[in-house]
C-alpha cells in the first residue's frame, strides 16, 4: 500500500447514455468522496435517436472497458495495490470478460462487487430474444423510469445474438490459475433478465464466500436501499479505507 497515492475504483453500469447516471454513478461519487480515485466506462457505440435510446452491444464494448481500465490504472494518483470495479447487469458481463482476457486487469483487480450481472441471460428471456432476432424486431429494455420520462431504451435486433452468447462463467473458468479477485455478487431472485443460477456459479468460480453473496426477492433493478450500503462498506474495507 502506498500512502501517498489512493486506491482506484473502475465502476460500469448497464445500458446507459454517454452523459445519464445510474447507481453505479451515484456509488462512484460517495466513494471519490471517501478517498478513492474513480473511473466510469462508457460503451461508445450506445447513443440517442430522438426518445429512443439505441444500445447496439457488440465486441467493441469490452475494448471500451480495457481501455478505461487500462489508463485508470496509469493514473499517477493511483495506488496500483488498491484497485476495484463496481458493475452492474450487462456492464458485469463486460468486465467480467475483460478480466478473463486481460492478465494486468486479473492480476491487479481486488475487490469485484456485481449487482445483478448478466453471466447469461434467462432462460425464458432466451426464448423471447430467439423470437425477436426471427422476426426482426427491436427489443424493448426500458425500465420504469425510462417510462416516466418517455423514453424507450432498446437493443436492434441485429445485435441480439451477442446477448445469446453471452455466458461468462466458462469464460471465467478458463484461466489456469485461480482468481485473487474478492468478489461481491449482490442478485435477485426474482429477476427475469439474469439466470441466477450463473451468477451463482460466476461468483463461485471468482472464489466467492457464500458471505459475499448476497440475494433478494427482487427483480433486476435491486433498489438502492439494499445495494449501496453493503457495495461501499466492502469496498472501504477490502481497499483500506476504514478510517
Request: glycine share 6%; hydrophobic share 35%.
Amino acid at each position: 500500500m502506498d500512502a501517498n497515492k489512493s486506491p482506484l475504483v473502475i465502476g460500469v453500469g448497464g445500458l446507459l447514455e454517454q452523459e445519464e447516471s445510474g447507481r453505479v454513478q451515484d456509488m462512484l461519487a460517495i466513494l471519490q468522496n471517501r478517498g478513492c480515485v474513480t473511473y466510469s466506462v462508457r460503451f461508445e457505440t450506445i447513443c440517442r435517436d430522438g426518445n429512443t435510446i439505441l444500445c447496439p452491444i457488440s465486441d467493441q464494448w469490452t475494448q471500451n472497458f480495457t481501455r478505461v481500465a487500462e489508463t485508470a490504472m496509469q493514473d499517477p494518483r493511483v495506488d496500483r495495490t488498491r484497485i476495484g470495479i463496481i458493475a452492474s447487469s450487462i456492464g458485469a458481463t463486460i468486465a467480467d470478460y475483460a478480466i478473463s482476457s486481460n492478465s494486468m486487469l486479473s492480476e491487479g483487480l481486488g475487490p469485484y462487487a456485481t449487482i445483478s450481472p448478466l453471466a447469461r441471460p434467462h432462460p425464458d428471456a432466451v426464448i423471447g430474444i430467439k423470437y425477436f432476432i426471427s422476426n426482426s424486431k427491436d427489443l424493448d429494455v426500458s425500465f420504469p423510469h425510462d417510462k416516466e420520462r418517455g423514453i424507450r431504451r432498446v437493443i436492434p435486433h441485429v445485435n441480439l445474438s451477442h446477448v445469446l452468447q453471452m455466458n461468462t462463467p466458462p469464460e471465467l473458468a478458463k484461466r489456469s490459475q485461480a482468481y485473487h479477485i474478492k468478489p461481491l455478487t449482490i442478485v435477485g431472485r426474482n429477476d427475469d433478465r439474469c439466470d441466477i443460477e450463473a451468477s451463482r456459479e460466476r461468483h463461485r468460480v471468482l472464489n466467492g464466500s457464500s458471505e459475499f453473496l448476497l440475494e433478494y426477492e427482487e427483480g433486476h433493478i435491486v433498489p438502492a436501499t439494499l445495494t449501496e450500503k453493503p457495495v461501499i462498506e466492502f469496498m472501504m474495507r477490502e481497499l483500506g479505507l476504514n478510517n
